[in-house]
């Protein structure tokens, strides 16, 4: 039993990392399997009604053979990466986000419950972190709700276009150079880094994951294109958020 609370997410959390890093295959597996949705066909009903709740409850059975793959992954790549500090935000009510996701999701529930966001990284100097994934508490344990599941609803926002780095290029109104770790110079350090960056309605960097990259360049990278910003994207009229992949190159002058 976990305490429904900020606190009581992490703890499970780390509860998982903790078995991950031992490699104790047989607890980390069964600390995962704790993730799921337990009675989901009943859980959604109740929580979104007959109508919304069968929509949630197709999408979640569909996906439940790989459900909970991706947290495994997140959380392998986070204990694999060093990035094993973990924080916990909480969304009661639609207007303790600007996401329009959860803010649907949050306004169709019959039943009130929370959404609580959990993302980890390597210690408070580090300004890039992972998002873990989003969970509900559910029969004394917090559980996974997959963002394809909340898609499923019938008022959610439209899905982000995915657009290509050249092409989104295009719409870039304001570039912060990074600035060339002391570090990575003096070791003759180059190289690109890659991003794969999710810009909001209003063109501004909302979320950065990083592909790949020599790790002495990853934090200047992300530091200065987080400060970058692109005209909206607009689809049909409407804005949406866009999915695009970011290179950020580091050359040594002669």
Request: net charge neutral; hydrophobic share 40%; charged share 25%.
């Amino acid at each position: 039993m976990y305490p429904k609370s900020t606190e009581g997410l992490k703890t499970q959390l780390e509860d998982l990392f903790a078995a991950v890093k031992a490699g104790d295959t047989a607890k980390s597996s069964q600390y995962m399997q704790d993730f799921a949705i337990p009675n989901h066909q009943q859980w959604f009903l109740t929580t979104f009604g007959p109508m919304e709740g069968a929509r949630f409850e197709a999408k979640y059975t569909q996906l439940q053979p790989t459900g909970l793959e991706a947290l495994q992954k997140r959380v392998d790549d986070a204990v694999k990466s060093g990035r094993t500090q973990i924080e916990v935000s909480v969304i009661e009510k639609p207007d303790d986000t600007k996401m329009r996701l959860p803010q649907e999701v949050i306004k169709a529930m019959a039943q009130p419950n929370a959404i609580y966001l959990a993302s980890d990284r390597k210690g408070a100097d580090d300004k890039s972190p992972y998002s873990l994934g989003d969970f509900v508490y559910v029969d004394g344990a917090f559980r996974v709700l997959d963002w394809r599941v909340m898609q499923a609803l019938s008022t959610a926002p439209r899905l982000r276009v995915t657009i290509g780095g050249n092409v989104q290029k295009a719409k870039l109104i304001n570039k912060v150079d990074p600035v060339y770790p002391d570090e990575a110079r003096d070791k003759r350090i180059e190289g690109t880094v890659a991003l794969n960056v999710v810009l909001g309605t209003e063109g501004n960097v909302v979320r950065i994951a990083v592909m790949s990259g020599h790790p002495l360049l990853v934090q200047a990278a992300t530091d200065a294109v987080r400060q970058w910003r692109y005209q909206p994207t607009l689809l049909n009229g409407e804005a949406v958020e866009v999915d695009t992949q970011i290179n950020v190159t580091f050359a040594l002058r002669p």
